[in-house]
């Protein structure tokens, strides 16, 4: 069984038990993606599978065949930082760190979902445009926990970035 | 987690071969792989339904859309013709889980949920849903989130999902495939059944029988609601929930169709109450006989009789809103 993972090639023949998650931190040693609650109630170990985020504790490596996953890795480096990463560092957008990747890979995909317009629990209008106000962000992150309620920094930073995204255009 | 066999079907015939007694059909796995984590579920054989055809979106013969079983919670409310004319249903989905979670979860697998009592949970607790016969620890324990309808001496658990509750407003029905080869329909308002003296079974599936999508009737005009209570504003689950489709005809209420969730083991529809509020006119006179009827055998286990005057409250509240008063 072969998928993609920040563009490199991975064969996965483990054993049928081993969540993605753990094959990604054990199996290829991209640490970046976190385990928290394992049950899919943190969001800490939340990737982007072919483009949409999910929860990788709650789903099988064996189940991944021919998908494409980007982890945190992928996303950006030290060197060269995702605008959501740079702008989580400006605003102090943590505290211990652990929860980081899954916030920025969960608001990653956030942005894509609004541009597609897909509607949250608190969107008035399900047909109009999405405007993510700080309210729509923070129904659109309740799937991404912050043990230390660094949650203000971080809305200021996807605001930031998303920000930034705009201007770029 | 135990050892289980991974497979992967040919087709939907060969799906069906494979779940035989001891195996699970999984799809999103959101709530299985939890599940399996915990030891609740201890399935033989894992098999996949992922690579069968078994997505889209599609317009019916009859003017209503297919949804296929495979397609993801997401995708379906994020559907332009769900979005604009089956609003009660994209709201539903939307009250439910995380994002990362509704881009897993489908369509059929969301249907197939389980209850989240804290004795199902608890393998060190007796539960006849998880193991027939070992008692239910929930009657006199701690049952906050239970059943005040419908419920058994065996069990009070409660469905707990929201996508369901909107499809039984809706009356769509499911679509299966059996082991026999042939397909099937049950309405969505009798795929869940009552627990009795049989918990562990949640709904009609019989062995080897795979869904395959859920169909839509054609769309109809009226005010579509779907509100949720619960005991925080986001990702949890339902204490109260109630989906409503209310046409009005002049000053006077022209058909409604409502279904409850989060108040018995399966999304609870009470024909009497749309035939309640068919022909009249909107007061809160009528919607308090709707709530006397809704809540006629309704019992409190203790630590959940709130739910019968929250129910009554919501009622009120989505019916108000739903015939243009003040909610």
């Given at each position: 069984m072969s998928?993609?993972?920040?563009?490199?090639?991975y064969e996965f023949d483990g054993d049928p038990r081993?969540?993605?998650?753990?094959?990604?931190?054990?199996?290829?040693?991209?640490?970046?993606?976190?385990?928290?609650?394992?049950?899919?109630?943190?969001?800490?170990?939340?990737?982007?599978?072919?483009?949409?985020?999910?929860?990788?504790?709650?789903?099988?490596?064996?189940?991944?065949?021919?998908?494409?996953?980007?982890?945190?890795?992928?996303?950006?480096?030290?060197?060269?930082?995702?605008?959501?990463?740079?702008?989580f560092v400006?605003?102090?957008?943590?505290?211990?760190g652990y929860c980081t990747p899954g916030q920025i890979c969960s608001a990653k995909a956030m942005m894509?979902?609004?541009?597609?317009?897909?509607?949250?629990?608190?969107?008035?209008?399900?047909?109009?445009?999405?405007?993510?106000?700080?309210?729509?962000?923070?129904?659109?992150?309740?799937?991404?926990?912050?043990?230390?309620?660094?949650y203000s920094n971080i809305i200021d930073a996807i605001k930031e970035a998303m920000t930034q995204q705009q201007e770029a255009r | 987690?135990?050892?289980?066999?991974?497979?992967?079907?040919?087709?939907l015939d060969h799906a069906g071969q494979q779940l035989i007694d001891g195996a699970r059909p999984i799809a999103?796995?959101?709530?299985?792989?939890?599940?399996?984590?915990?030891?609740?579920?201890?399935?033989?054989?894992?098999?996949?339904?992922?690579?069968?055809?078994?997505?889209?979106?599609?317009?019916?013969?009859?003017?209503?859309?297919?949804?296929?079983?495979l397609v993801s919670n997401s995708a379906c409310a994020a559907d332009p013709r769900i979005r604009r004319d089956y609003p009660v249903l994209a709201r539903a989905i939307l009250a439910g889980a995380t994002f990362q979670l509704r881009n897993m979860a489908t369509t059929g697998g969301n249907l197939c949920q389980r209850t989240r009592c804290y004795y199902?949970?608890?393998?060190?607790?007796?539960?006849?849903?998880?193991?027939?016969?070992?008692?239910?620890?929930?009657?006199?324990?701690?049952?906050?989130?239970?059943?005040?309808?419908?419920?058994?001496?065996?069990?009070?658990?409660?469905?707990p999902g929201d996508m369901a509750v909107a499809l039984a407003a809706l009356d769509a029905t499911v679509q299966t495939e059996t082991l026999k080869g042939g397909t099937r329909t049950v309405p969505v308002r009798e795929f869940h059944r009552l627990p009795?003296?049989?918990?562990?079974?949640?709904?009609?599936?019989?062995?080897?029988?795979?869904?395959?999508?859920?169909?839509?009737?054609?769309?109809?005009?009226?005010?579509?609601?779907?509100?949720?209570?619960?005991?925080?504003?986001?990702?949890?689950?339902?204490?109260?929930?109630?989906?409503a489709i209310v046409r009005m005809e002049g000053e006077a209420i022209g058909s409604a169709s409502l279904a409850f969730g989060g108040l018995a083991h399966k999304p609870w529809h009470d024909p009497r109450i749309d035939a309640l509020l068919a022909g009249q006119l909107p007061s809160d006179a009528l919607f308090d006989q709707a709530a006397d009827l809704l809540l006629e055998g309704a019992e409190g286990q203790g630590s959940n009789d709130f739910k019968i005057p929250l129910a009554r409250r919501t009622l009120l509240a989505v019916l108000r809103e739903a015939t243009g008063g003040a909610a």
């Open positions: 998928l993609t993972i920040n563009g490199q090639s081993t969540s993605l998650l753990d094959y990604l931190r054990d199996g290829c040693g991209l640490t970046g993606t976190k385990k928290g609650c394992d049950h899919g109630q943190c969001g800490a170990c939340t990737v982007l599978v072919n483009g949409q985020r999910v929860n990788s504790c709650l789903t099988l490596a064996i189940m991944q065949d021919g998908h494409a996953v980007t982890t945190i890795e992928g996303i950006g480096t030290l060197e060269a930082m995702d605008p959501l990463q740079a702008a400006k605003h102090d957008g943590y505290q211990c894509a979902e609004a541009e597609n317009g897909w509607a949250s629990f608190v969107t008035d209008d399900l047909e109009g445009e999405v405007v993510l106000t700080d309210e729509e962000i923070r129904e659109r992150m309740s799937g991404n926990l912050c043990r230390c309620g660094a | 987690m135990r050892p289980f066999q991974y497979l992967r079907p040919d087709g999103g796995g959101t709530n299985l792989l939890d599940l399996m984590k915990l030891e609740v579920e201890t399935p033989d054989q894992l098999v996949d339904l992922n690579q069968l055809p078994l997505g889209g979106i599609d317009e019916t013969d009859a003017g209503g859309l297919r949804i296929g079983a199902f949970y608890n393998i060190d607790q007796p539960c006849n849903k998880r193991e027939p016969g070992s008692g239910c620890g929930a009657i006199g324990g701690e049952n906050r989130i239970h059943a005040i309808l419908g419920a058994s001496d065996a069990c009070i658990a409660t469905y009795g003296d049989t918990p562990e079974k949640d709904n009609v599936l019989e062995d080897g029988e795979v869904i395959i999508g859920v169909v839509l009737p054609p769309p109809v005009s009226g005010k579509q609601l779907y509100r949720k209570v619960r005991d925080r504003s986001s990702y949890a689950f339902a204490l109260v929930s109630i989906a």
